[in-house]
Nanobody, 124 residues
């Protein structure tokens, strides 16, 4: 049974930082691309960042580029999202997802497994 469990969300002031973690189990983690998506109230879920099997192969949404960093530790079956210079518009539920292939993907349809999400709230 595949499980993705996010942690690290919370309440932070604008300009602050948070690091999200996603622990994966039940799948061949090192052979999967991993991604982070988010969904703000009243909005559709959107892509945030993705990382492939090759650790330097990463892509980011324009809205987070330069502020967020995705990384992974294959030995720990964990993917991270370091979020710096947070803004109120970053407030959302953040989801991690496991992709179908080793290539990083930016669309939801390329992901087979999803976590339950973790809330990030940025106050102004």
């Amino acid at each position: 049974q595949v499980q993705l469990v996010e942690s690290g969300g919370g309440l932070v002031q604008a300009g602050g930082s948070l690091r999200l973690s996603c622990l994966a189990s039940g799948l061949s983690f090192s052979s999967k691309s991993m991604g982070w998506f988010r969904q703000a109230p009243g909005k559709e879920r959107e892509f945030v960042a993705t990382i492939g099997w090759i650790l330097s192969n990463t892509f980011y949404a324009d809205s987070v580029k330069g502020r967020f960093t995705i990384s992974r530790d294959n030995a720990k079956n964990t993917v991270y999202l370091q979020m710096n210079s947070l803004k109120p518009e970053d407030t959302a539920v953040y989801y991690c997802a496991a992709g179908r292939t080793i290539r990083p993907q930016t669309t939801e349809s390329q992901y087979d497994y999803w976590g339950q999400g973790t809330q990030v709230t940025v106050s102004s």
